[in-house]
């Protein structure tokens, strides 16, 4: 059973050892991780006021997702499993295309074919996610090993939830990715429930770090709501990917203070005393007393930076809003270099019959989860 790594309590007190960053570069992450925590309710808001049609917040995990990508380099890989947008927007993805993407509008570069919260950025090798849980486990080994047989400086990161780790994809991809000696890096966020199933109910073993054991690898437990822990675990990991000894499993231990979705009601599972606890773990209050501390966030600073915040992401919904629907065109792109005579068929009496009945609207029906 490995040792629950810790570098801040949550007192917002050094009790290990920092990675050496600067002053400018520890603000940097406060700023990201305030970002997650501002879009998601801006995005949560906008859902229940029927704008947008799905969220997967990350309240209370802002930590484990900012701290654990930001060990990553621009070459690296990220392989999502539900909640790592916002890490994606650190690593480049355009606030913009974010937003788009949440209202599958004609600026979505997903072309309205995802879900929304379903992101994808090629420019920072950000691949689309699926809602099946853990496909993208063997996608991203697969990725990974690809990138060792050409000789690039690549590590993938493949992040999945506790629950993936019941998947056929979590075993072969660990077994497949230790085999291959690949370079990539397991990240199970542990944020305690898949859905409405206790992290306690989905394994015997004593912490979901033994698992990589039996796989050949090594693994790290860490306080997921300590961002400096996650961060150093991570570029531990990394660096050992990157220089070709395999892959590593990192478990970053966090609580999902909201439900597992817009859709979904945690009332009707878990006890409020234990999200109570949680909420005075809160990662961003933790970490803001530490930069206080340190002389780095000045008395008042984070309404500051949270105003700005809200300010960039309210500029972009307006924005995203007013963008054109996506074009109809899209539905016979992109599968073949020129539509083919049976999809023109298609798509012309799909028009007709659009032309005839009007655009259609939206439904009432339950969305899912």
Not at 28 to 34: A, S, V, W
Not at 218 to 226: I, K, L, Q
């Amino acid at each position: 059973m490995s040792q629950r790594i810790q570098l801040i309590s949550p007192a917002g007190k050094p009790v290990g050892d920092l990675p050496k960053l600067s002053d400018g570069r520890l603000k940097d992450l406060f700023t990201h991780m305030l970002r997650v925590r501002v879009t998601d309710g801006r995005m949560l808001t906008l859902q229940r006021a029927g704008r947008i049609g799905f969220v997967g917040t990350s309240t209370g995990m802002e930590a484990a997702q900012i701290g654990s990508a930001a060990a990553l380099e621009p070459q690296d890989w990220l392989w999502s499993g539900l909640r790592e947008g916002g890490a994606a927007v650190m690593r480049g993805l355009p606030l913009a295309e974010y937003v788009a993407q949440m209202y599958c509008n004609a600026n979505d570069t997903a072309k309205g074919r995802q879900m929304c919260n379903h992101f994808q950025h090629k420019g920072t090798h950000y691949p689309s996610w699926s809602s099946v849980i853990g496909t993208q486990i063997p996608h991203g080994v697969g990725a990974a090993l690809a990138s060792k047989q050409r000789g690039e400086d690549a590590v993938h990161a493949i992040y999945f939830g506790d629950g993936a780790t019941s998947s056929n994809g979590f075993h072969s991809g660990m077994n497949l990715a230790a085999v291959w000696k690949v370079p990539a890096v397991f990240v199970c966020v542990n944020n305690g429930w898949a859905i409405s199933v206790s992290a306690k109910q989905q394994t015997a073993a004593h912490s979901y770090a033994d698992k990589a054991t039996a796989y050949g690898m090594p693994a790290a437990t860490v306080d997921g709501n300590d961002v400096l822990a996650c961060y150093a675990t991570m570029r531990a990991a990394v660096a050992r990917a990157r220089s070709g000894d395999g892959p590593s499993l990192v478990v970053l231990e966090t609580y999902r203070m909201m439900g597992h979705s817009s859709s979904d009601d945690p009332t009707k599972y878990r006890d409020e005393h234990e999200v109570a606890e949680w909420r005075g773990k809160d990662p961003i209050e933790r970490f803001e007393h530490f930069l206080s501390q340190k002389g780095v966030l000045a008395k008042g600073e984070r309404s500051t930076i949270e105003a700005a915040l809200t300010a960039e992401v309210d500029q972009v919904i307006r924005e995203q809003e007013a963008a054109a629907p996506m074009a109809l065109k899209t539905l016979v792109e992109d599968v073949y270099a020129e539509v083919p005579d049976h999809l023109k068929r298609q798509y012309n009496h799909f028009i007709e019959v659009a032309e005839r009945h009007g655009d259609a609207q939206p439904g009432d029906g339950a969305f899912p989860l």
